[in-house]
C-alpha cells in the first residue's frame, strides 16, 4: 500500500543528501566552516537572536578561530560575520532537518511492515554513514580551531569528510535504484560493467583530490590552464628536496603540497577523459535499450559539463576561488557520480545476478 510512498521518500532523501553536500561546499568556499566554534547538536538549534548573542559569537569566533581571524578576517564587522555564521548555521541546520524528515517515515514504515529485512540493513548503514559524516564533519571543524600552523580546517580532513559525504549520497542512491523496478532495462554484459566500475572508482578518486584542491586552496596558485603558469609541471615537484613530511603537513606554508594536489587533479582528470572515451566506444559497439541509452547521455552531458566548469573555474582563481564557479563544480561533479552508479547500477553481469547489490 505505501511501496510508492516509501520510493517518494528514498528520492527525497537523495535530494536532501544532495542538498547538505553542496550547502557545505558553499560553506568551505565562503570561508564560513570556522564561525560557530561549538557542536551543540540540541542547543545550537537556535542561531544566537539578540545583539548580545551576536556579539558573545562573534568574540567566540575572534579568539577560536585566531588564526583565520587575523589572516582574512581582521576588518570584518558583525554584520559581515553574520553572513558566515549563516552558511555554517545552515549547513547544520539542513542536517537535523534531514534527521528528522529521514527518521519519523522511517519509524512509521517500519511499524507498517513496509520495508524488506534487506531494506532496513541497507538503511541501517545510511543512519551509520551519516551519523559518521557528522562526527567527521565537528573533527574537521575542529582542526580549524586554536591552531595557530593553519588559517582553514585541514586539507586531509576536509577530504575524508567530502569522501564521507559522497558515499552517503551514492549508496543511498543505491538503495533508491534497488526499490524501482527496472525489469528489462538493465544490460547483462560483464565487460561493460567492469568499465563502468573503473570509471566510477577513478571518478571518485579525482573527488577526493577536488577536496584537497580546495582545502589547500590549490587552485590560487597556478590559475591558468592548460599549462600551470608556464609550465607543464611546477619546478618545485620535481625538485626531490620538496618532497618532505613537513611540506605535507604545512602545506599552508609552501607551494610544494599545493601544486603538487593541482598536478594529482588534472593529470587524474586527464585520466578520465581516457577511460570515459574508451568506455564510450565500447558502449556505442553494442545494441542498448532506451534506459541504458538515457543514462548514457545523461552521463556524456555532465561529463562535458564538468569538464569545462573544472577548467573555467581554475582559470578564475585570481586572488580569491570563485564561490559561484567553485559551489558548481562540486553540485555537478556529485550527479555525475550518482549518474555513473546510475548506469553501473544497469549493467549488471550475467542474468543469473539481476538482482546483484
Known amino acids: 500500500m505505501y511501496k510508492k510512498w516509501v520510493r517518494i521518500w528514498l528520492l527525497v532523501g537523495v535530494v536532501l543528501v544532495f542538498g547538505q553536500v553542496v550547502i557545505g561546499?558553499?560553506?568551505?568556499?565562503?570561508?564560513?566552516?570556522?564561525?560557530?566554534?561549538?557542536?551543540?547538536?540540541?542547543?545550537?538549534?537556535?542561531?544566537?537572536?539578540?545583539?548580545?548573542?551576536?556579539?558573545?559569537?562573534?568574540?567566540?569566533?575572534?579568539?577560536?578561530?585566531?588564526?583565520?581571524?587575523?589572516?582574512?578576517?581582521?576588518?570584518?564587522?558583525?554584520?559581515?560575520?553574520?553572513?558566515?555564521?549563516?552558511?555554517?548555521?545552515?549547513?547544520?541546520?539542513?542536517?537535523?532537518?534531514?534527521?528528522?524528515i529521514f527518521l519519523f517515515p522511517f519509524l512509521f514504515f517500519l511499524a507498517?511492515?513496509?520495508?524488506?529485512?534487506?531494506?532496513?540493513?541497507?538503511?541501517g548503514i545510511v543512519i551509520l554513514m551519516a551519523?559518521?559524516?557528522?562526527?567527521?564533519?565537528?573533527?574537521?571543524?575542529?582542526?580549524g580551531l586554536n591552531t595557530p600552523e593553519r588559517a582553514w580546517v585541514s586539507a586531509y580532513k576536509l577530504m575524508i569528510h567530502?569522501?564521507?559525504?559522497?558515499?552517503?549520497?551514492?549508496?543511498?542512491?543505491?538503495?533508491?535504484?534497488?526499490?524501482?523496478?527496472?525489469?528489462?532495462?538493465v544490460l547483462h554484459n560483464s565487460m561493460l560493467r567492469k568499465l563502468v566500475v573503473g570509471f566510477t572508482v577513478l571518478l571518485f578518486i579525482q573527488i577526493l583530490f577536488g577536496g584537497l584542491m580546495s582545502g589547500m586552496k590549490a587552485g590560487l596558485s597556478y590559475p591558468t590552464f592548460p599549462d600551470m603558469n608556464g609550465a607543464f609541471i611546477p619546478s618545485e615537484i620535481l625538485d626531490g628536496s620538496n618532497w618532505t613530511k613537513e611540506n605535507f603537513l604545512l602545506y599552508s606554508r609552501n607551494s610544494f603540497a599545493p601544486a603538487l594536489v593541482q598536478v594529482l587533479h588534472r593529470f587524474t582528470a586527464y585520466l578520465l577523459i581516457i577511460s570515459f572515451v574508451y568506455m564510450l566506444v565500447k558502449f556505442y559497439k553494442i545494441e542498448r535499450n532506451k534506459t541504458v541509452?538515457?543514462?548514457l547521455n545523461l552521463l556524456i552531458g555532465l561529463f562535458?559539463?564538468?569538464?569545462?566548469?573544472?577548467?573555467?573555474?581554475?582559470?578564475?582563481?585570481?586572488g580569491s576561488i570563485p564561490v559561484m564557479l567553485g559551489a558548481l563544480h562540486q553540485a555537478i561533479g556529485l550527479l555525475l557520480?550518482?549518474?555513473s552508479l546510475f548506469l553501473l547500477f544497469l549493467c549488471r553481469r550475467n542474468k543469473a545476478l539481476e538482482n546483484v547489490g
Open 131 to 143: 551519523a559518521t559524516a557528522a562526527v567527521f564533519g565537528w573533527i574537521m571543524v575542529k582542526s
Open 25 to 100: 561546499g558553499i560553506t568551505r568556499l565562503t570561508d564560513s566552516g570556522l564561525s560557530i566554534t561549538e557542536w551543540n547538536v540540541i542547543k545550537g538549534t537556535l542561531p544566537p537572536l539578540t545583539g548580545q548573542q551576536w556579539d558573545i559569537a562573534f568574540e567566540k569566533y575572534k579568539t577560536h578561530a585566531k588564526a583565520q581571524f587575523e589572516a582574512i578576517h581582521s576588518t570584518m564587522t558583525l554584520s559581515e560575520f553574520k553572513w558566515i555564521y549563516f552558511w555554517e548555521y545552515f549547513h547544520r541546520l539542513w542536517a537535523r532537518g534531514m534527521g528528522f
Open 337 to 339: 557520480f550518482g549518474s
Open 293 to 295: 541509452t538515457t543514462a
Open 304 to 318: 562535458i559539463l564538468q569538464i569545462f566548469l573544472g577548467i573555467i573555474t581554475i582559470i578564475n582563481c585570481k
Open 112 to 123: 507498517k511492515k513496509e520495508l524488506s529485512n534487506t531494506l532496513i540493513r541497507r538503511l
Open 162 to 185: 567530502l569522501g564521507i559525504g559522497f558515499s552517503l549520497f551514492g549508496y543511498l542512491l543505491w538503495t533508491t535504484l534497488h526499490e524501482h523496478d527496472f525489469g528489462k532495462s
